[in-house]
């Protein structure tokens, strides 16, 4: 990390600001943060992942009072991807990270199939390319940056932050890039991502990325005590295996809250001098979700509020940052209100939909966590989920259940009129809630958010993708150079450019190059990561002028 006087946000045109004008954002707002004397520009970006309208009004009834977000309401985003009205994840945190809409499971590239009406055709030579995100822009204004998950870090929304795949699915090199990001701070899930063996997301090129990280000089964190006492500038904290758990069920004593890792992280970005951009994900929400959980739901939506508030304290203090939080999608079509009620609804008062959903101290994966092999402690597994004063047909229903989350899931949304129209994603448009300068309003694309970002901070994304991805075969065949793919190690091809005595080597997903020249070899650190997709490899412009 950086604390030095550092340049300032470069300042925005009067075609930007009316172009922005045009897509929603305000004029007064654009302009509000270059009348601060208090530079440097931030952004917080918070993503609730999954989150339709239905669950946030459950939680804020659930809570009994407003929530923090309610405050910065302030429009809505339109989520569908370049394929579909219902995205995936994946393309989701594309068009909010990079500006680019793309398809089903991509990850930081343009996509291949444009279908839905209104977004720009890609030429199909463009197809799968690397595109920048905030994150790469801010880190090459000097800003200090950070990503937060209660997933695996690896997983798709903050991937799209901060890496670039064919598939969200590919933990290995998404982990192995944000590894060589150089991001400041970076705090979740996903450790066994970033270490050979056998579990599931284990590597299977057998680099100890942990190891990279210690020569890199962060400070690895493991714990919530670990985590709240270091002073360390350069901080990864890797909380659980894969996902940590609902903030209902936390450990308290080993993980972190949402809010405490989003205090940590602004708290230690913040003392760069030239600002930061940090993302936060409240990830669960969605999990929960897809298993119709009302519980899961309630617990990590005001999971997320904490930290909402967390960014909000510091930006109100600040004065020159901008926070937005937003869901990606929509996920579960989740009412108050079911067939149960259709015919009384105007007569039942909210405590009939609340108390039920009270009684719950964990959510449904928590609880059953708690379950016998032989279930014999069923009634007491189901009462932490809140199912009391079961009948003795009802328990041996749920004893005898093959799919027994669901049929726990759907008893309590029964007690409490809660009902689902599906289990995957869905198509509606999300509130979108803003603060600080800068901020957009309205009804907003998922892409504009981005450019939104940018223009904040002070660059412009299509210049970052034009400095951060060239094609390295076209750009160093052009310098005369002859090149090859070498798939030596299967797990680990690296691109190699030869020129006389001149040999250039870029391993996939790094942001080093290997000069052999004159039987010397010298490692250089470049701008960015070299990104492989799985056609073409895609390098930093500086890389192609090392041999010069």
């Known amino acids: 990390m950086k604390h030095r006087l550092g340049r300032k946000a470069a300042g925005i045109s009067m075609a930007a600001v009316v172009a922005f004008s045009a897509l929603g954002f305000g004029y007064n707002n654009m302009t509000a943060a270059k009348n601060k004397e208090n530079e440097p520009t931030n952004v917080i970006m918070m993503v609730m992942d999954g989150t339709s309208a239905g669950a946030t009004s459950l939680a804020r009834w659930y809570k009994g009072e407003n929530l923090a977000m309610d405050e910065i309401m302030i429009g809505g985003v339109r989520t569908h991807s370049a394929e579909s009205a219902i995205t995936d994840s994946a393309p989701a945190a594309t068009a909010l990270a990079t500006g680019h809409k793309s398809n089903d499971k991509i990850v930081g590239l343009l996509p291949e199939l444009v279908n839905t009406p209104g977004v720009e055709a890609v030429d199909p030579e463009d197809a799968f390319k690397p595109v920048a995100n905030v994150l790469e822009g801010a880190k090459l204004l000097g800003k200090s940056t950070g990503i937060i998950s209660t997933s695996e870090i690896q997983h798709a929304t903050p991937a799209g932050f901060s890496a670039h795949a064919a598939h969200r699915s590919n933990y290995q090199d998404i982990a192995e890039q944000q590894v060589y990001q150089g991001i400041d701070v970076v705090l979740g ?52 295996p894969s996902a940590l758990a609902y903030d209902f069920d936390r450990n308290e004593n080993h993980e972190p809250s949402l809010a ?31 298993a119709n959980d009302p519980i899961g739901i309630i617990s990590d939506v005001l999971a997320f509020d904490d930290a909402v508030h967390e960014a909000l304290e510091f930006a109100k203090k600040d004065g020159n940052t901008m926070v937005i939080a937003v869901s990606d999608h929509g996920n579960s079509g989740i009412t108050m209100g079911n067939l149960n009620t259709n015919s009384n609804y105007p007569e039942i008062p909210v405590s009939t939909y609340i108390d039920p959903l009270k009684k719950a101290t964990m959510t449904v994966e928590g609880a059953l966590k708690q379950l016998n092999d032989d279930r014999s402690n069923m009634k007491e597994v189901a009462e932490l989920y809140g199912l009391d004063n079961l009948t003795e047909t009802e328990i041996e229903t749920l004893q005898a259940s093959k799919s027994l989350q669901a049929d726990l899931s759907k008893m309590l949304s029964e007690r409490a009129n809660i009902g689902f129209s599906t289990g995957g994603h869905t198509g509606e448009d999300v509130f ?69 005595n001149i040999k250039i080597e870029l391993p996939i997903n790094k942001n080093i190059a290997h000069i052999t020249q004159n039987n010397n070899t010298l490692t250089k650190t470049l701008d960015g990561v070299t990104v492989y997709n799985e056609k073409d490899f895609y390098v930093p412009e500086s890389a192609v002028n090392l041999g010069e």
């Open 189 to 240: 899930g996903g450790k066994e991502s970033l270490l050979p063996g056998e579990a599931k997301n284990s590597r299977v090129d057998g680099e100890d990325l942990t190891g990279v990280l210690d020569a890199q000089g962060y400070d690895f964190v493991e714990t919530r005590d670990e985590l709240l006492q270091t002073n360390s500038n350069k901080i990864w904290g890797s909380f659980a």
């Open 260 to 290: 405490e890792m989003t205090k940590k992280a602004i708290d230690t970005l913040s003392e760069d001098e030239d600002g930061f951009f940090l993302f936060v994900e409240g990830s669960k929400v969605d999990w929960a979700a897809h």
């Open 432 to 500: 979108l809630y803003a603060y600080g300068p800068s901020k957009p309003y309205g009804l907003v694309d998922n892409t504009d958010i981005a450019k939104t970002m940018a223009a904040h901070l002070g660059f412009d994304l299509n210049e970052v993708t034009e400095k951060l991805f060239v094609n390295a075969r076209e750009a160093f065949e052009k310098k005369g150079y002859q090149t090859r793919i070498d798939v030596t190690d299967e797990h680990n091809p690296v691109f190699v450019a030869e020129k006389q």
